[in-house]
């Protein structure tokens, strides 16, 4: 009689990913994919300059092609009060250029036409008289005497500096370091890099004058916060706007933002009362639109000889490009970069850091990262290590000896977070076991004879997920929960929406699964649907692991609000009293006589066919989920490489990752989110870097020098897992989908730095390239910094 | 960005430290370029059209012999150019040093080239590409306007490659693209475990 849950498709469930079923058969709905009728097109003219003042835009060639239906400026966005636009961190952003440009890139003129060549050829036929200025490219430059000051837009604005924000307690740090027998320092640079989903971005608006109504589909992991933007920049009622997000190929963070392309493809629309539609190209992607990182970070940690942690000094300078854009909660200025230090017992920690402008593009964005994250755990990682190669300790013996202990939770960390649960040093010791500890030390010791250089990093970190709690993260005011809606049909089957939308995470599968373990419906009976405004309840999108923290737990707690009604409905059929009945996966029953009761689906029918009196019929309802905490997974990721002493190339040996992300649903898609987290770690520290010339040019603008891993390059993996699970969540789960890429890259790095120890160098920054790896074995310094400034020290 | 390349001529050292003297006869031999006005010693101004794939590059520009020292037979130029529409700016300077070969001279060309605008995102490797094939062209047409003169013809009567036309050149650069992409696939990387 008892429903097997695992059969049923529920928690803990490999189960197929029902989104598969139709992408691999090519029939996937992607925004490319949809043409409506007399759908015009539009093409972006972007900056060849990184730093320029507009002198003037002839755009007479342009309109007398035929087929060109409208040039759009800076002028004429002006004129309609749409040459600028608010972005997510309060600052303002250009549309269309107007004064000058501030990256190569920037958007400075649009071409709506027939078709997408036409408007390219017409992108092309528009002249642009620019003066050329001096680029900044680093915040070294940007907060020099006498630089050129980017914003002049601004009033007020008389430098680059964007914010100064410091947290944390600087007395009792300062107090720590004194009493410290040994400080620790370490300065590196975590490089720009692009998410590059293998989509770009695009939209297609359509206004239709007779209802005034505006249906704009569009790449977007955030479809709700998109429609309230675009009725408080355009102006149009919110009710008159529908967002739909369709199939999305990847985001990772790239399709957080508000784009020019966006909001002129609105205007174009509403000018010529025709849709139209932008796609961006893979370079204008690359070069324009929403980067990752390009932090850099300094700091010391206050140690006792035997390597217990007593406190920690950090400080960050933050590039944040031409315009303050980044998608984060409004509080934090440079994301959530203080939740490093949160998996070790410091008692005292200080942070301050800088944001500054710079002619590059604009658009921070947590790739595939919860706001900065990324960064901390990797200054952390990459720390500890310093730390444990300074005092001459194991570097497995010094993350233990810090670890805030498994009864020691709920903990509060250096900088304020609390954490609630973690099995620490079990996921560590299952990792070193994994990996071959003590055996790969002799090997180690034993190749070096051989003049062979191996090397083992270790990074352990846990990391805050699923932002909010709405107390504390909100963006532009609104508050980070989210929500679901569940509606059961009377046949037992059901949909469910929510105010999520998936990039790849596989929602339409995982979401059914949390349904089926409340309800007991199995997980093939629901369909699930996000991404359309008009019909999802409101949420604040997908990233920064917010899915399942937030919006499954809003589809746990619907289920379980139909299942109280259900309940009732139950009791009423088996004509006994709510208190006398009890609930098994998928059925109701008399408590003193066990075979007699109602399945969910006969509930379902009663419902819309024989209510108790006084009851609404129907079976359906909705929850918001305010999360009381963040969630916080904890991953241990071990990498073993060799280095060619001869060419500095490195290749990995062997990667084993521990994760700890609380219950699983689907244990298939979460091992598949974490290969998939590696295998970015591993891009970003051996080869992905967005880089700029002394120009500002972006020399990053394309798949030939914006090195991406395929297939052949990116190691094996390997894969443990321990299970804690989340004491505040619904179901146990913590987020996962970003652990293994913020945690990954530092277990790389130092285990390359691991292998070059005895050549006294300290930190090569990312990514490791050859050509780095090479110069610090043979000149036995440290290489540090981005192009054009990059230096041996 | 530094380009390096060398080739031979089949004449002596002389005849082609000559020919590197009339600088009307090296502009003839680099396709697309065309020299419009001499505005003083060893000062040119003139344009380069590139063609490439949907992009067409109209540079206007300068360039200048810097240095030209008859006893190492080297020469420098310098040359400075903006495209037309304001699509990005070029500078460069160009080394070339002669010496003698079994074969007749061999040319050593040094060119440190700076690409800012449309031009700098086809990055660093599709530059690198598309500069050798100028490069190459501008040896073979060096070469004919040589022998042309060597036999006693006019060489401006001997046809030049076409200027830097959309197809050839982007056809040619994107072969060594592709080999390129070939060898990173195929060559140096062997992953040690799976």
């Known amino acids: 009689m008892t429903i097997d849950e695992i059969k049923i498709g529920g928690l803990g469930a490999s189960r197929s990913r029902v989104e598969d079923n139709r992408f691999v058969r090519g029939k996937g709905n992607y925004i490319d994919d949809i043409s409506l009728p007399g759908m015009l097109h539009m093409e972006i003219l972007r900056s060849p300059l990184a730093h320029a003042r507009i002198k003037s835009i002839d755009a007479s060639a342009a309109w007398a092609i035929p087929g060109v239906r409208l040039v759009l400026t800076g002028e004429l966005m002006a004129s309609r009060n749409l040459a600028w636009m608010p972005t997510l961190s309060y600052d303002t952003q250009a549309v269309l250029a107007t004064d000058k440009v501030r990256f190569q890139g920037q958007e400075v003129a649009c071409v709506v036409a027939d078709d997408p060549y036409i408007a390219k050829d017409a992108c092309e036929a528009i002249i642009v008289d620019y003066e050329p200025l001096a680029a900044i490219v680093n915040p070294t430059q940007a907060m020099a005497d006498g630089a050129p000051i980017i914003r002049d837009d601004k009033e007020n604005q008389h430098d680059n500096v964007i ?48 209802t005034s109504k505006l249906t704009l589909y569009m790449t977007s992991q955030a479809p709700h916060i998109i429609r309230a933007a675009v009725a408080m920049v355009a102006e149009l009622p919110e009710h008159m706007i529908r967002v739909v997000s369709p199939d999305l190929g990847g985001g990772f963070g790239n399709k957080v933002p508000i784009y020019p392309g966006y909001v002129v493809s609105i205007l174009a629309s ?16 690359l070069i324009s639109t929403g980067f990752g990182r390009d932090i850099y970070l300094r700091g010391q940690l206050a140690l006792r000889k035997d390597g217990k942690i007593l406190g920690v000094r950090m400080h960050a300078d933050s590039d944040h490009g031409a315009f303050f854009s980044d998608a984060q909660p409004s509080k934090f200025k440079i994301g959530l970069l203080h939740s490093a230090f949160a998996c070790y017992d410091i008692p005292a920690a200080h942070l301050t850091a800088r944001g500054v402008y710079t002619n590059k593009a604009p658009g921070g964005v947590a790739y595939r990262c919860s706001f900065r994250v990324t960064e901390a755990m990797f200054f952390q990682e990459r720390m500890v290590q310093a730390a444990a190669d300074d005092l001459g300790i194991d570097q497995a013996e010094i993350r233990r000896l810090n670890f805030v ?18 099995q620490y040093r079990k996921c560590l010791d299952i990792g070193l076991e994994a990996i071959g500890y003590e055996d790969f030390l002799k090997e180690k010791q034993e190749a070096k004879k051989n003049g062979r250089l191996l090397g083992i990093g270790i990074s352990t970190m846990t990391e805050p997920l699923g932002a909010g709690n709405s107390r504390e993260y909100d963006i532009l005011g609104i508050k980070m929960f989210d929500s679901a809606e569940l509606r059961v049909h009377m046949t037992g089957k059901a949909i469910l929406r929510t105010g999520a939308k998936s990039q790849g995470q596989g929602h339409e599968t995982t979401w059914a699964q949390i349904v089926a373990h409340e309800l007991g419906i199995p997980a093939e009976d629901i369909v699930v649907e996000e991404g359309d405004t008009d019909t999802a309840p409101f949420g604040m999108g997908t990233y920064a692991s917010r899915s399942t923290p937030v919006a499954g737990a809003a589809v746990s707690m619907v289920s379980r609000k139909i299942r109280a009604k259900a309940r009732k409905i139950a009791a009423h059929l088996l004509e006994v009293s709510e208190e006398d009945i009890d609930w098994e996966l998928g059925r109701f029953f008399v408590r003193s006589s066990p075979d007699t009761g109602v399945t969910i689906q006969e509930c379902a029918m009663a419902a819309y066919s024989n209510v108790p009196d006084g009851m609404e019929p129907g079976l359906e309802n909705n929850a918001y989920y305010d999360p009381p905490n963040l969630t916080w997974p904890f991953g241990c990721y071990i990498t073993t490489v060799e280095v060619d002493p001869e060419t500095g190339v490195w290749d990995v040996l062997k990667v084993v990752a521990v994760d700890d992300c609380g219950v699983r649903i689907n244990p298939m898609i979460v091992e598949g989110q974490i290969m998939g987290g590696l295998a970015e770690a591993y891009a970003i520290s051996s080869m992905q870097m967005i880089t700029f010339d002394e120009q500002g040019n972006c020399v990053g603008s394309n798949y030939m020098d914006y090195l991406l891993p395929t297939a052949w390059e990116t190691p094996g993996f390997e894969l443990h897992e321990v299970v804690t699970p989340c004491p505040h969540h619904p179901i146990g789960a913590k987020g996962v989908g970003e652990c293994a890429t913020v945690g990954g890259p530092a277990a790389f790095v130092n285990a390359v730095l691991d292998a070059l120890k005895d050549t006294g160098v300290r930190n090569i920054d990312m990514p490791l390239l050859p050509d780095r790896v090479y110069e610090a074995l043979t000149e036995h310094h440290d290489v540090s910094g981005a192009p054009p400034l990059r230096t041996g020290s | 960005m530094m380009i390096k390349q060398d080739f031979e001529a089949a004449q002596s050292i002389d005849t082609v430290w000559d020919f590197f003297g009339d600088i009307p ?71 070339a040093s002669l010496t003698p070969s079994p074969g007749g001279t061999k040319v050593d060309i040094a060119l440190d080239l700076q690409v800012s605008g449309a031009a700098a995102q086809y990055g660093r490797g599709m530059i690198s590409d ?65």
């Open chain 1, 163 to 210: 914010f100064d924000w410091e947290i944390g307690d600087k007395d009792g740090t300062d107090r720590a370091f004194a009493d410290a027998d040994v400080v620790s320092e370490l300065e590196l640079h975590y490089p720009r890099s692009h998410p590059s989903p293998i989509e770009t971005c695009g939209s297609i608006a359509d206004f239709d004058r007779s």
């Open chain 1, 270 to 285: 509403i000018l010529l009362e025709r849709p139209v539609k932008w796609i961006e190209d893979k370079t204008g992607n």
């Open chain 1, 405 to 422: 202990r498994d009864d020691d939770f709920p903990h509060r960390t250096p900088f304020g977070f609390l954490t609630d649960s973690g």
């Open chain 2, 25 to 95: 006869q090296v502009a003839a031999s680099l396709p697309g370029a065309e020299l419009t006005d001499e505005i003083g010693e060893d000062h040119y101004q003139g344009t380069v059209a590139i063609r490439l794939g949907p992009i067409k590059l109209e540079f206007d520009g300068e360039a200048k012999i810097k240095e030209r020292n008859d006893a190492d037979k080297t020469i420098v130029v310098e040359a400075t150019g903006a495209d037309k529409k304001g699509r990005g700016q070029a500078a460069l300077q160009l080394v």
């Open chain 2, 130 to 194: 598309v500069t050798s094939v100028l490069l190459t062209d501008f040896a073979t047409n060096m070469q004919n306007r040589l022998q042309a003169a060597q036999s006693g013809l006019d060489p401006n009567q001997v046809a030049s490659l076409k200027p830097a036309s959309g197809l050839s050149i982007g056809l040619r650069a994107m072969r060594m693209a592709l080999v390129r992409v070939f060898r990173r696939f195929f060559l140096p990387y062997r992953p040690r475990t799976r």
